[in-house]
């Protein structure tokens, strides 16, 4: 190893100066090494920092004074610079003895351990994309593209093809320069050109369909380069180039080592650093050159960046986070927010202002009508009021927080979506969302039945006992409870089997990209140990298997939860589940839950409306109020049926996978659940009604007062100065008359309204 990056070519196929540039395996630091030619400082490899093997002239490789120490007990000690961080290394199998690689050589498309782009592949959710083409004839020189098989070609072909001419055609790969010794490859192919196929094509197959044309994308090229421009091939032995036919150019060949017949064949890329490697390794979503220039050129994948791999075009916008910073789901084409309509989030600003000021002057109305409260009627009605004026409060609060939210995370929301989504204040705006609708949905339901039971005792009002106190308090605490218990159930720790949807990683983890749910880590664990079908399928198991795929010296392997308010940028309640989600019972409960509570609202109410009917000959009522508690009733029953009805069907429909409603949590957390919120105070205290009439009034009253001083100072205006100077006298005691009796009309009509 002294003579590794030595400037100096040691081995005839260079190997001994290749990636000497690659920081991932080299150091920028330098010294004068013990043994090799010269007395130059030359860079030096990670792995050679605190090995036990002095190879510094100086030492300096092995002063533990000059650089970071990192990790401690079974995990071996390594040694970084001081401008870099200790990370966490993985374990390339469960044994003690088996290799650590680095986590920037995890997941990076190259085999560093031999099985971990497997287990990556597994973590990641996305098959092994299939690289090679169907190799026929002597020396592997026939390629079969797509269909083109003995037994399936014309079937498949007229099937897919109608109109086309049969079988398919077999021509020469003229992307190649004539060589000597070199078998001429040989393409068999459909013949057709099929928009859009490339992008989803890897490896061989897209080499050979983007260099025959047959993309139908003219922004599509061929990736490969015809000209060799170093003299040796590393990787590639024993003769990496011969000569072309015309005698100039070299051209870049492999030999057939299985072959009786020594055939050779094009099917090599040289990439820009030097490396050599088969066209099966071009355009298949890894970089195997190490400088990415075998994937530059690709039009079917998508680059993470230059520390990260690459991935389908298929994976781009899907929902789902597969690079580790998010740039998948970033983008030009997608970038989510918290509320992603400007119509939406105009609505959120405006229900979550009216309910915040609406429910809190009601709130502080009911709290002094219940202080003041003489008989228990009185008590029960402002009690409970005032109940569902704190929960559409909270409603309130909750649109209010998630307008500001997503002003202050407008830009990043997209990048940080799952830090959000599994931050703690996600699920506090999911309880208190929660909290509030149920709260108000409760509290209107008792309210009603008490309506119903006691009308008859409500004219005949009894006065107040400690034990009416006592009984209206006990059941306001009661709904309270019950409210606060639905929305923190989903947060007790002992229930996370039931409710957490996975866990989220970070973002410096290759491995464990995005949030993973329990389906996912159990694949992954499968596949890095073995059979694991003997485990619990627990998170507490998943979490410490997990942290010991990784030394994990510096606890950084801590997976966040994605509970069950992170379902969306909302934060809402996981109203739509499949038949594979956990929580499906407990949201099937509370569905079920709300049902009877708006069948008991609307009973009650009917009773509450037919029974006045009937004894409108008993209590002094007219016609008008009949008529206005009919209209209030209706209104009631309305809002509700128009609020909770398409929760329900959405909910079934999306259980019942007929579509999916995951896009439609922003509506229902913004426009439906809160329009209760801001409607209820207009419904249950008719002193809301009143000052809306005040206001109103007084604003027509301004405008009609205007209107008769504007006209006035118009006739004036208007009168002839000569008509003026005649009945100087009498037009203006005519006109003084006129104006104090419209003031004095204008000041009654004030007083009237």
């Known amino acids: 190893r002294p003579f590794m990056c030595d400037t100096r070519e040691q081995c005839t196929s260079g190997i001994d100066e290749q990636g000497c540039n690659d920081t991932r395996t080299w150091l920028n630091e330098t010294c004068v090494r013990r043994v090799g030619l010269g007395n130059e400082s030359l860079p030096l490899q990670r792995s050679w920092l605190c090995d036990g093997v002095r190879d510094c002239v100086d030492g300096s490789d092995e002063d533990p004074t000059r650089w970071r120490i990192c990790g401690s007990n079974e995990t071996r000690v390594r040694c970084l610079p001081d401008t870099e961080s200790c990370t966490e290394l993985y374990r390339c199998g469960p044994s003690p003895y088996d290799p650590l690689i680095n986590m920037e050589q995890l997941c990076d498309g190259v085999e560093s351990c031999g099985n971990e782009l497997e287990i990556c592949s597994v973590a990641a959710s996305r098959p092994l994309v299939q690289t090679r083409v169907i190799h026929r004839g002597e020396g592997d020189s026939q390629m079969n593209l797509l269909s083109c098989l003995p037994g399936i070609t014309l079937h498949h072909h007229h099937a897919r093809n109608p109109g086309t001419t049969s079988g398919c055609t077999e021509e020469e790969f003229h992307h190649q320069i004539p060589a000597f010794g070199v078998t001429r490859t040989r393409i068999i192919h459909p013949g057709i ?297 989903p947060l007790i720790s002992e229930l996370e089997d039931f409710f957490v949807n996975g866990l989220y990683y970070g973002t410096k983890n290759p491995l464990l990209v995005g949030a993973l749910n329990a389906h996912q880590h159990a694949k992954l664990l499968h596949a890095y140990y073995g059979r694991t079908s003997k485990l619990q399928s627990t998170w507490k198991t998943y979490r410490r298997l997990i942290k010991d795929m990784f030394t994990e010296d510096h606890h950084s392997v801590q997976g966040r939860k994605l509970g069950f308010y992170g379902n969306a940028g909302v934060c809402l309640f996981k109203f739509f589940v499949k038949e594979s989600d956990p929580q499906k019972p407990y949201t099937a409960f509370l569905m079920t839950v709300n049902i009877i509570c708006f069948f008991l609202i609307f009973t009650s109410y009917t009773l509450v409306f037919i029974m006045v009917k009937g004894l409108r000959s008993q209590v002094t009522s007219s016609n008008d109020n009949t008529a206005a508690l009919q209209r209030k009733i209706s209104a009631i029953i309305i809002t509700d049926f128009l609020c909770w009805t398409p929760f329900i069907i959405t909910s079934l429909l999306h259980y019942l996978e007929v579509f999916d409603a995951t896009s439609s949590y922003q509506i229902f957390s913004i426009v439906l659940l809160p329009a209760n919120s801001m409607i209820n105070p207009f419904l249950y205290n008719t002193r809301v009604i009143s000052i809306c009439k005040y206001i109103f009034s007084g604003c027509s009253a301004a405008v009609k007062l205007q209107s008769i001083r504007t006209h006035n100072s118009t006739i004036v205006v208007n009168i002839p100065m000569n008509d003026f100077r005649q009945v100087k006298g009498k037009t203006r005691t005519s006109s003084n008359q006129v104006l104090i009796l419209q003031n004095n009309a204008c000041n009654s009509k004030e007083q009237e309204e």
């Not at 600003?349 to 009601?362: F, L, Y």
């Not at 959000?420 to 969302?433: Q, R």
């Not at 006691?454 to 004219?459: E, N």
């Open 193 to 489: 050109i099929t928009p859009g196929i490339c992008r989803s094509a890897f490896g061989e197959l897209y080499v050979y369909l983007s260099c025959m044309g047959l993309c139908g994308d003219a922004a599509i090229a061929c990736p490969l380069d015809l000209h060799a421009t170093r003299s040796t091939c590393v990787g590639v032995a024993p003769i990496p180039l011969t000569l072309s036919l015309d005698k100039l150019h070299l051209v870049k060949i492999r030999p057939e080592p299985a072959s009786s017949t020594n055939f050779s064949h094009y099917d090599v890329f040289h990439c820009k650093n030097g490396r050599c490697i088969t066209l099966e390794e071009v355009c298949n979503l890894a970089d195997n050159c190490g400088d990415g220039s075998d994937e530059k050129a690709c039009k079917n994948s998508f680059s993470c960046g230059l520390e990260d791999s690459f991935i389908p075009l298929s994976s781009v916008c899907d929902g789902i986070r597969d690079c580790k910073d998010g740039r998948d789901e970033c983008n030009e084409e997608c970038r989510p927010r918290i509320i992603q309509s400007v119509v939406l989030q105009v609505v959120s600003w405006i229900i979550g202002v009216v309910a915040s000021v609406m429910n809190s002057a009601i709130l502080l109305r009911q709290f002094m009508d219940v202080i003041r409260s003489k008989s228990r009627t009185g008590l029960y009605n402002s009690s409970f009021v005032m109940t569902i004026a704190v929960g559409d409060l909270s409603v309130g609060v909750y649109l209010l927080l998630v307008s500001c939210y997503n002003e202050v995370k407008k830009d990043s929301f997209c990048i940080e979506r799952l830090e959000w989504l599994t931050d703690p204040m996600c699920s506090m705006l999911g309880v208190l969302s929660t909290f509030g609708s149920q709260l108000s949905l409760f509290s209107m339901t008792f309210l009603s039945c008490h309506r119903a039971m006691h009308l008859r005792q409500m004219s005949l009002p009894r006065d107040l006992t400690r034990g009416d106190v006592i009984s209206v308090s006990c059941t306001v605490l009661m709904v309270t409870a019950a409210s606060l218990l639905v929305a923190l159930v």
